[in-house]
């Protein structure tokens, strides 16, 4: 695609359920990231892919957060048993070779 | 561990020159970026510096020293449009770790 696409923009649930986050990265990018920024803070790292493979899921906050990448494109980010402290904005970002990093619009996810 | 450095906010006239400062102790290093991030926004890429030395590009320049663990973002001839949140960050092989970004403001 022309760019790295996230799904859904907007996501609005009640603590405790589970959500999935999408991302679709530019097409032939073999790296894809997964990040958080909370309000005012910083891009925090949650977890790398190369490939299908997540050789670094050093980032991830809990074990109630997963990840997944099918078919060295499309990932999906799993949040379970959400709670208020989830709220944030999750960035997915995509690269060719560890080169620069083109980012997603985001998906604002918030835990009521 | 990483720590990155930046202002939290600055503010600039527009016409005017501004100039944010990062500062890194970082396990690893393999080059520094800058992106901008406007509200609500992608981060975007403006820069990439491997080497020391001055990176101009229009009217963003950045310049690292590596001996330093320091880097600059200048911003010339400031838009209205450049208000923005701008990011350092370092890479160690494929990881990119973020400063918390410094918020610019232009004024007219």
């Known amino acids: 695609g022309a760019g790295v696409s996230q799904s859904p923009s907007n996501k609005v649930t009640e603590k405790g359920k589970d959500v999935e986050l999408r991302c679709d990265p530019i097409?032939?990018?073999?790296?894809l990231y997964w990040y958080r920024q909370s309000l005012g803070q910083g891009l925090e790292f949650l977890i790398y892919f190369q490939g299908n493979s997540a050789p670094d899921k050093s980032g991830l906050p809990s074990d109630r957060f997963s990840a997944e990448r099918t078919g060295g494109s499309v990932s999906t980010l799993t949040i379970q048993r959400t709670q208020q402290e989830d709220s944030a904005v999750y960035l997915c970002?995509?690269?060719?070779?560890?080169?620069?990093?083109?980012f997603g619009p985001g998906t604002r996810l918030t835990v009521l | 561990g990483q720590n990155i450095d930046q202002p939290t906010e600055m503010t600039a006239t527009e016409g005017a020159i501004v100039q944010i400062n990062c500062t890194y102790q970082t396990s690893g290093f393999n080059g520094l970026f800058w992106y901008q991030q406007h509200a609500g926004e992608a981060p975007t890429f403006l820069s990439y510096?491997?080497?020391?030395g001055l990176e101009e590009k229009g009217r963003f320049s950045s310049f690292l020293s590596r001996s330093k663990g320091y880097s600059y973002l200048l911003l010339k001839e400031l838009q209205m449009k450049d208000s923005a949140s701008y990011l350092c960050?370092?890479?160690?092989?494929?990881?990119?770790?973020f400063g918390a970004g410094t918020t610019v403001t232009v004024r007219a």
């Open positions: 097409s032939g990018h073999t790296a």
């Open positions: 510096n491997v080497l020391d």
């Open positions: 960050a370092v890479r160690h092989d494929y990881k990119l770790s």
């Open positions: 970002a995509s690269s060719w070779k560890g080169n620069e990093q083109f």
